[in-house]
């Protein structure tokens, strides 16, 4: 009898050991599956950013653990082929008052499928012309911004892009640290205007070579023209506006015109960006006038 319940006792404590092993591999296979879900959550919650593409299921979104700027995963877009692809959210904003969109972004081997500065990473608003500086080539993290008027909306969609509202893109970037900034309007009664003036253009129309060139005499007019603006605002304001003009000569020659269906070819931003864009950069101007010569 004794030796029957010694038998018992063992096959119970065995019992028992085996069950809490079970326990413990289950345990084990939960704490993974945890796991593997919170990493697929972690790749996948884009927060409340829509996922949108010209060209669908070309490009791959994605949450980057490994290359990011801070310690939250980036907001990854690839495209091995030409896109226009872009993480965009809903916002709310007050009409006529003035902000920014700021973020960190980086890149890798990003080309646009034509020549046109407006074609890269860049923040924007979907659906207009709106934008930020576009990135392209294979560029280390770096912020970018875009600052604009709500105008009469009431909400808009702001976009986070690999491509462009003229254009597509491939390559791969990552966004990082959104913000958005409300501002103030500027009541300062001194205007700072840039004036750019390009002194040739030289592009192929439909096959045709054509040259325009800006002569001296044009550019005295031009900035004779220019003056007689400064002294005017104050004039008709009765003192209340102050224009400051600063006159830029461009040698480097528009080698690229825009084409519209209605007014024909003109000059876009796009067409000029890269020569200005330093300028701008480095100085706080209100409004830019360029100044061209489109007939002979």
């Not at 006529?96 to 960190?104: E, H, R, S």
């Not at 509202?165 to 959104?178: I, N």
Request: glycine content about 4%; overall charge neutral.
């Amino acid at each position: 009898m004794k030796e029957s319940k010694v038998i018992a006792n063992k096959r119970k404590k065995n019992k028992t050991i085996l069950n809490k092993i079970k326990d413990f591999i289950i345990l084990i296979v939960l704490l993974i599956l945890l796991y593997l879900a919170y990493q697929f959550y972690q790749l996948n919650n884009f927060n409340e950013f829509v996922r949108s593409e010209a060209n669908v299921y070309t490009s791959e979104f994605k949450r980057d653990n490994k290359i990011k700027y801070s310690k939250s995963n980036s907001y990854k877009i690839e495209s091995n082929q030409y896109n226009d692809a872009m993480f965009y959210k809903t916002v709310n904003v007050e009409k006529n008052q003035p902000y920014k969109v700021t973020c960190m972004v980086k890149t890798n081997e990003v080309r646009a499928n034509e020549a046109n500065s407006g074609i890269g990473a860049q923040i924007s608003i979907e659906g207009t012309t709106e934008r930020s500086n576009a990135i392209t080539g294979t560029e280390d993290w770096q912020k970018i911004e875009l600052i604009f008027n709500s105008k009469d909306r009431e909400t808009l969609n702001i976009g986070f892009r690999l491509g462009g509202y003229l254009g597509e893109a491939k390559g791969e970037a990552w966004f990082s640290d959104f913000t958005l900034e409300k501002g103030t309007l500027d009541n300062d009664n001194k205007w700072n205007f840039a004036c750019f003036i390009f002194k040739s253009t030289d592009v192929t129309i439909n096959g045709n070579q054509v040259k325009l060139n800006v002569t001296q005499n044009d550019v005295e007019d031009i900035s004779n023209t220019i003056n007689r603006f400064k002294i005017s605002c104050s004039e008709l304001s009765q003192g209340k506006m102050e224009a400051n003009c600063d006159i830029y000569n461009i040698d480097q020659p528009i080698n690229r015109l825009s084409y519209d269906e209605e007014f024909g070819y003109y000059v876009a931003p796009e067409d000029i960006e890269l020569q200005i864009k330093d300028t701008i950069e480095k100085n706080n101007y209100d409004h830019i006038f360029v100044i061209v010569r489109l007939r002979r």
